[in-house]
């Protein structure tokens, strides 16, 4: 399309680098020299320098075959007298940025067709980013009683691998709030429908009313519930290293766990890895094993392993290998450091703990024994 923009400030050249971008022919008319070159140099679209309001002005830039003119002038007054220009000249459809909502009759009685209303829109974005911190982007849409807005599947999310229609025909989801498209890591955008599956990472597109917005965000991104969390803050209780911390503490550890499911055979790390996480056996059983497979221990429920890697940087001194089906607890290093290093007590009294651990440890010998609380991993 044949698009005149009037104005080449930080907006109108904005509008201009997307447009031409997307093979649009594109004319810039602005009255500062230096910012004609300057788009021209920068962007390549074809300025001329002049007032947009000058009608012979508009007619060198090409206004009669136009389809489109943007009005996006420093003030009002200047974008309301470049649409009667426009209307009185050409047939294009009319655009403007307006900065005062007070001029919208005046811009409607001139024939304008898109009014984008500056603070109304920076407004509404703001007001949901702060709102909702997991919506990714947002747009306001009839004068902001609707959201545009994406989101990203989380991995924990109850929706990931749930279709849309399954999503829609839960009570709890808004009836005013519709699926537009679904993108993937890679970018690549679908228009989903009812047999479409939201996958963990994928970001997902909606129209909701802004009144039913919370509702939409909750429900889409809601994690399970777990049941576990109390159960495994009784099992961080009887790890020696951790009796410094309280009982808050010991919550906060256990509410940030990552629960993961190892079928009998799966590895869950090798000997030399890095040591980003210390696990705790909900069930089931879990060998540690030296060089050339050797079991060194077995690690029964309420056991736990992996601790010496996480607190000392060091690489793993061992593999571990699921013995059966089992559930673990993994508690990762920042989750894990960010309770410990807020309180520098807990922290030096769980450094002589370990110290006391090592030292142990370094009498021991290879051979298999029954769990002590005591043996490096």
Same mark, same amino acid.
């Not at 839960?170 to 939201?198: A, H, K, Q, Y």
């Not at 055979?265 to 000997?271: A, D, L, M, N, Q």
């Given at each position: 399309?044949?698009?005149?923009?009037?104005?080449?400030?930080?907006?109108?050249?904005?509008?201009?680098?997307?447009?031409?971008?997307?093979?649009?022919?594109?004319?810039?008319?602005?009255?500062?020299?230096?910012?004609?070159?300057?788009?021209?140099?920068?962007?390549?679209?074809?300025?001329?320098?002049?007032?947009?309001?000058?009608?012979?002005?508009?007619?060198?830039?090409?206004?009669?075959?136009?389809?489109?003119?943007?009005?996006?002038?420093?003030?009002?007054?200047?974008?309301?007298?470049?649409?009667?220009?426009?209307?009185?000249?050409?047939?294009?459809?009319?655009?403007?940025?307006?900065?005062?909502?007070?001029?919208?009759?005046?811009?409607?009685?001139?024939?304008?067709?898109?009014?984008?209303?500056?603070?109304?829109?920076?407004?509404?974005?703001?007001?949901?980013?702060?709102?909702?911190?997991?919506?990714?982007?947002?747009?306001?849409?009839?004068?902001?009683?609707?959201?545009?807005?994406?989101?990203?599947?989380?991995?924990?999310?109850?929706?990931?691998?749930?279709?849309?229609?399954?999503?829609?025909?839960?009570?709890?989801?808004?009836?005013?709030?519709?699926?537009?498209?679904?993108?993937?890591?890679?970018?690549?955008?679908?228009?989903?429908?009812?047999?479409?599956?939201?996958?963990?990472?994928?970001?997902?597109?909606?129209?909701?009313?802004?009144?039913?917005?919370? /509702?939409?965000?909750?429900?889409?991104?809601?994690?399970?519930?777990?049941?576990?969390?109390?159960?495994?803050?009784?099992?961080?209780?009887?790890?020696?290293?951790?009796?410094?911390?309280?009982?808050?503490?010991?919550?906060?550890?256990?509410?940030?766990?990552?629960?993961? /499911?190892?079928?009998?055979?799966?590895?869950?790390?090798?000997?030399?890895?890095?040591?980003?996480?210390?696990?705790?056996?909900?069930?089931?059983?879990?060998?540690?094993?030296?060089?050339?497979?050797?079991?060194?221990?077995?690690?029964?429920?309420?056991?736990?392993?992996?601790?010496?890697?996480?607190?000392?940087?060091?690489? /793993?001194?061992?593999?571990?290998?699921?013995?059966?089906?089992?559930?673990?607890?993994?508690?990762?290093?920042?989750?894990?450091?960010?309770?410990?290093?807020?309180?520098?007590?807990?922290?030096?009294?769980?450094?002589?703990?370990?110290?006391?651990?090592?030292?142990?440890?370094?009498?021991?010998?290879?051979?298999?024994?029954?769990?002590?609380?005591?043996?490096?991993?």
């Amino acid at each position: 399309m044949k698009i005149i923009i009037a104005g080449g400030g930080r907006v109108g050249g904005a509008l201009a680098a997307r447009l031409v971008a997307e093979q649009h022919q594109v004319t810039v008319v602005e009255r500062d020299q230096n910012t004609c070159h300057r788009l021209f140099e920068d962007i390549g679209v074809v300025t001329v320098c002049g007032d947009a309001n000058d009608p012979w002005v508009l007619e060198s830039a090409g206004i009669h075959g136009a389809d489109i003119a943007a009005g996006v002038l420093a003030r009002d007054a200047e974008n309301l007298a470049f649409a009667t220009l426009v209307r009185s000249m050409s047939s294009a459809r009319v655009m403007v940025r307006m900065l005062d909502s007070r001029y919208r009759p005046a811009y409607r009685l001139a024939g304008v067709s898109e009014l984008v209303e500056e603070a109304e829109v920076v407004v509404a974005k703001m007001t949901t980013a702060i709102d909702f911190p997991q919506v990714a982007g947002s747009l306001p849409l009839a004068a902001g009683t609707a959201i545009l807005f994406e989101l990203e599947v989380s991995t924990k999310a109850l929706v990931a691998g749930r279709t849309v229609a399954q999503v829609r025909a839960s009570p709890e989801f808004p009836r005013e709030c519709v699926f537009i498209g679904i993108v993937d890591p890679e970018g690549r955008i679908t228009l989903p429908d009812g047999n479409t599956v939201l996958r963990a990472g994928h970001t997902i597109i909606l129209v909701a009313r802004r009144a039913e917005l919370a /509702r939409a965000v909750e429900f889409l991104t809601a994690e399970p519930q777990r049941q576990a969390d109390s159960p495994l803050a009784e099992m961080l209780r009887k790890v020696d290293f951790l009796v410094p911390l309280n009982d808050e503490q010991l919550t906060t550890v256990a509410r940030g766990a990552d629960y993961q /499911r190892k079928e009998t055979g799966e590895t869950i790390f090798k000997k030399g890895d890095a040591g980003e996480a210390f696990y705790v056996v909900v069930s089931g059983e879990v060998n540690l094993l030296a060089e050339g497979g050797r079991l060194v221990e077995v690690v029964k429920p309420g056991g736990f392993f992996g601790e010496i890697a996480l607190l000392t940087g060091e690489p /793993r001194a061992t593999s571990a290998m699921a013995a059966t089906a089992c559930e673990l607890a993994a508690v990762g290093r920042e989750d894990f450091r960010g309770v410990v290093m807020a309180n520098p007590a807990v922290a030096l009294e769980m450094s002589r703990i370990l110290g006391q651990r090592l030292a142990k440890m370094a009498q021991q010998d290879r051979a298999p024994q029954k769990r002590k609380g005591l043996f490096g991993r």
